[in-house]
């Protein structure tokens, strides 16, 4: 199905957000086309892997939102600063912009997240009723209760909370996002993006040590979840993302892949390919 793509501007808090819009070609079916907005990985811009899956939704006949979260890309706020409460309030702001479009139906808008998108739509779900379906693919679904050396690691990133270090780096070298994997995909070519910076403060690994997604797994209510997830992931926990699924309250499905990495599904096939059409199927369903 072809596709338009315009740019979105939508303010939060006093903040402009940048996005981008797709919306499938021809005329809306009565009532306007259901719509997904997206939010991707830490330090991730809309050109990335948000702007991937919302590409290819919308070709399945979505109206998608990708956009760049606060302080990244080509959005406002304090610069490459990991604001959790800020990204929910973007997350609102989003489901806000869609419902206002004439093209959408304000009754069937879900959200899908990415890594630790994944975690941010579940909690921004559990908060907003307006919100309809959502979906988590090899989400981060973080929780202080089961983060080893919880209390040691905070003082280490309260130490110079506002310095910048690297998000990534290469050789096991310092970083936000340490170890190979991390920079095989944003220190190379597969992550290209000209507003993507290479840095984020010490401040924002704090302020994801204590976010806690899997808790709102039960305050979906029945909010229907999706959960689709790599049987290995060293960075976003397979025992977390089943236990998502088997605390959610409502409507749920889970389904694992076997990829071998945790980017395997970020822009390799055939894990995207696969975890698009479980997702288009399950958006199709419950946002009917």
């Not at 912009?97 to 998108?117: E, K, M, Q, S, Y």
């Not at 988590?136 to 270090?165: E, K």
């Not at 050789?171 to 597969?190: I, V």
Request: glycine content about 12%; some cysteine.
């Amino acid at each position: 199905m072809a596709v338009h793509v315009d740019a979105l501007a939508f303010v939060t808090e006093g903040i402009e957000l940048s996005g981008h819009l797709r919306t499938p070609s021809g005329p809306a079916p009565a009532g306007g086309f259901p719509a997904v907005a997206l939010t991707g990985p830490f330090t991730g811009v809309k050109e990335q892997v948000a702007g991937t899956y919302a590409a290819r939704l919308a070709e399945a006949g979505f109206v998608t939102l990708a956009f760049d979260h606060r302080g990244f890309g080509a959005s406002g706020g304090r610069r490459a600063h990991e604001d959790t409460q800020g990204k929910l309030a973007d997350l609102r702001a989003a489901v806000s912009a869609l419902a206002a479009l004439d093209t959408v139906d304000p009754n069937r808008i879900g959200l899908l997240g990415v890594c630790l998108g994944g975690g941010y739509a579940v909690r921004a779900a559990a908060q907003d009723p307006r919100v309809r379906a959502v979906a988590g693919i090899a989400g981060g679904y973080n929780s202080p209760s089961f983060s080893a050396g919880y209390r040691s690691a905070l003082a280490t990133f309260l130490d110079g909370y506002d310095d910048y270090i690297p998000a990534v780096a290469p050789d096991g070298g310092p970083a936000a996002m340490p170890g190979d994997e991390p920079w095989a995909y944003y220190g190379t070519a597969r992550s290209a993006a000209p507003t993507w910076e290479n840095r984020v403060t010490r401040g924002s690994v704090h302020s994801l040590l204590t976010f806690d997604a899997l808790g709102a797994a039960p305050l979906l209510g029945q909010t229907p979840l999706l959960v689709v997830h790599g049987k290995v992931d060293a960075y976003c926990s397979p025992d977390l993302a089943a236990r998502l699924h088997d605390t959610a309250t409502g409507p749920k499905h889970i389904e694992w892949l076997d990829c071998e990495l945790h980017i395997d599904l970020y822009d390799n096939e055939p894990y995207v390919a696969a975890a698009t059409s479980s997702t288009a199927a399950f958006f199709t369903e419950h946002l009917a």
